[in-house]
DNA sequence: CTCGTTTTGTTCTCGCGTTCACAAACTCCT
DNA sequence: AGGAGTTTGTGAACGCGAGAACAAAACGAG
């Protein structure tokens, strides 16, 4: 095993463990405000909600920031971990659809103290160009180019209703966003090297709804 | 293979499958408002985003509700999917945590359209319990049993600080409830039998940044 | 009625992710 | 210094899901 760069040490980390991560770093945040100065995989397993053998394959993938016999350093993981999925830096955001769930994301906190910056809010609707929400006056969206070229942004968030968000995520993509949290029920499509995540919060109802009615039909009460 | 009743024949699915059946029952629903009789499994694989082969055996486990050489009949395949999910009947749900998330979720169209039925908001701080949102007052936190038990509630949805998401889930299984949805930034311990899906904004946020630094590492600009 | 065309349902193979189990490594105590 | 106890990091086995490929079934033309 030769020794590598760090830049080669971010190298193949399987999908699987990049979307714990975060459960990783945040659970972490919170033993550190409470004090901790070192934990077990066991602890932080605990504290993840995930069992010790997959949290240490998961830290393995980053390197060996542990010490055996003793655990892990919470501050010096914490830092690994933020340092691999990127969140040691700004990101700045745009969000375009500022109805209800807009507005709750343009006021989410848990954006900000994670390194996201929303640098603006959007929409087409002009009735709310007036309206200034969490700080941030919401602007008209064919200002969405400007935008995006003043402030590096590369990662935009969709929050419009279904039958608008395919075309703002042809507008973002053509301003050189390659990276969309896409709220809207409905599926994209994009070029190839643009990553889309969904979040359907009606789908998530619906699974636990069908796992309900199974319940349900074992033991008929 | 022997003859199987209608109630037999929801056995097994695998749980990859049923997080894509919601999908697959909102592009039928799509085609349908559209006029379309008719669907291969190849058109309703594109409308939904997978390849057909995914869908194809997806739809396996349900049944044969397919005719070869012909496709799918769009309505039917919609009911038989809605059924199997479980959103053919009504499902009573409560919000706890009417801030902004918490309204963006009352006035969520996309619930009730799908068989779900916000029957209460719930919130502990006691300056809300005059508001009303989207049509339904706020109510004082502790009456959360009692509107279990009158509806019959069996679906949570968890909208509070982070702080407060475990009282409330332990609450929540106390009275009966066994399937919650968690929007709060927190990994939730309920006992065997209690369903949890979470939605973290900031987690979905974190996997898009790991990836564009990724490709920002790869081609420097 | 028969043959060609279309499309489903299913079998098979492969790769990824999870979990177990254990050797390596570190600490502490005597 | 040495041994007992603890905890990490990883090799190996296992199970699930994805995708390719094909046989079975339905339709239509002649």
Not at 187 to 213: C, F, N, W
């Amino acid at each position: 095993m030769t020794a590598r760069t760090s830049a080669e040490s971010t190298r193949d980390i399987p999908e699987a463990t990049v979307a714990r991560l975060p459960v990783y770093l945040r659970a972490l945040t919170t033993l550190s405000e409470s004090g901790t100065i070192t934990c077990s995989s066991e602890d932080l397993a605990q504290a993840a909600g995930v069992n010790s053998a997959k949290l240490r394959k998961d830290l393995s993938y980053l390197g060996s920031y542990g010490t055996r016999g003793v655990g892990y350093d919470v501050d010096y993981l914490r830092y690994q971990i933020a340092r691999e999925i990127g969140v040691t830096q700004d990101w700045p955001v745009v969000i375009v659809g500022i109805g209800n769930l807009g507005h709750a994301l343009a006021n989410y906190s848990g954006f900000r103290s994670r390194g996201f910056r929303v640098v603006a809010l959007l929409d087409a609707d002009p009735t709310r160009h007036d309206e200034v929400v969490a700080g941030i006056d919401v602007r008209p969206f064919d200002d969405l180019e400007q935008i995006v070229r003043e402030n590096g942004v590369a990662i935009g968030v969709i929050a419009t209703p279904a039958i608008a968000a395919q075309d703002v995520a042809d507008r973002m993509v053509a301003c050189g966003i390659s990276s969309i949290l896409n709220f809207a029920a409905t599926v994209l499509s994009v070029p190839a090297g643009v990553d889309v995540r969904k979040v359907d919060l009606s789908i998530e109802l619906q699974i636990l709804a069908y796992h309900e009615q199974r319940k349900a039909q074992v033991e008929p009460a």
